[in-house]
């Protein structure tokens, strides 16, 4: 017997052994992790705001000139058809008297030119009138009657013009502010006075423009009286400002008060308090994103799974994108793991390591 064959059969044996094992998995990925931290906000800090009129009207004279006097201040109730203001009334009378003046001339024109018309009717009835003559003076009675008619729109408007140097209120109200001064050369149209109506009141408030992009359609809001806190009232969204301030990036918005506390005068200072739960929202890194870190809209997201250590796409909602931060709206529950970076070098049900996460 060949003494090499019970070691060329253990040395087969141990190939084949070697050739029927599996190969070994890849070992668990490193990753790093945002733990998820949703931000359901159902209170917020007071802002102060303040008591304003819903109505509010701003006024002008409709003719140029110089403001003469000015017979109320600001904090003054009128009344409906209360002078408020006048101009120099100088230019318009004398425009006044000079069309009141060729509406005479009109008129006396014109009765001279139906005399003649009806001379010359009776001499062509008579036999001793010539047509041309009749023909000459119905076309001078006709041309002197568009005449007057023209004097006395003139007039009418001169009168008118008069009328526009006294500045009256439409309404009954309360005078807020003036815009021009007595000895004011003005325009017409330009801005004299503020009038409001005291009746409705609002509450009248600047938010960060994040937080009101987070207000449900039926917030509601707490308002108070800085000075006597215990006068309070609900109000509801009535009117909210397209675009935030460039500056202070807040939005104006103007509150329905379900009633009015005796206190509520038109200026006071109240706080304002949201009442309403807002949308849930949490803070993600950029570098989330799977694909294109810069999207907004639909997006999606590795989220881990802590039991089996495996990453799965999630889609998310991305309400803001900017400098390197999400805003993320639908899509993630408070507490889960987001991987925050090489999101593009993993794929579906990959098995990872989280122990070297990091969390912010």
Known sequence: MN???PRLAF?????LVGCSREPEAPPPRPVLFVTVKADEVRQVGRFAGSIQARYETTLGFRTNGRIAARNLDVGDSVEKNTLLATLDPTDQQNALLSAKGDASRAEAEWIDAQADERRQSELLARGVGAQANLDQARTRLKTSRA???QARSAT???QDQLGYTELRSDFAG???QWHAEAGQVVQAGQEVVTLVRPEVKEAVVDLPDDLVQRLPADARFEVSAQLAPEDRTTGTVRELAP???ATTRTRRIRLTLADAPPSFHLGTTVSVLLTSPVAPRSSLPATALIGDSTATGSAKVWVID?????VHQREVE????RDGKLVVGKGLADGERVVSAGVNSLQEGQVVRIDEGTQP
Do not use: E, F, G, Y
């Open 147 to 149: 005449t007057l008619d």
């Open 243 to 245: 675009q935030a301030d």
């Open 306 to 310: 802590p039991q089996k250590r495996q």
């Open 156 to 158: 009418s408007r001169a």
């Open 3 to 5: 003494p090499q064959l």
């Open 318 to 321: 991305v309400l803001r994108n």
């Open 11 to 15: 040395l087969a044996l141990v190939t």
């Open 174 to 176: 309360v005078i807020t």
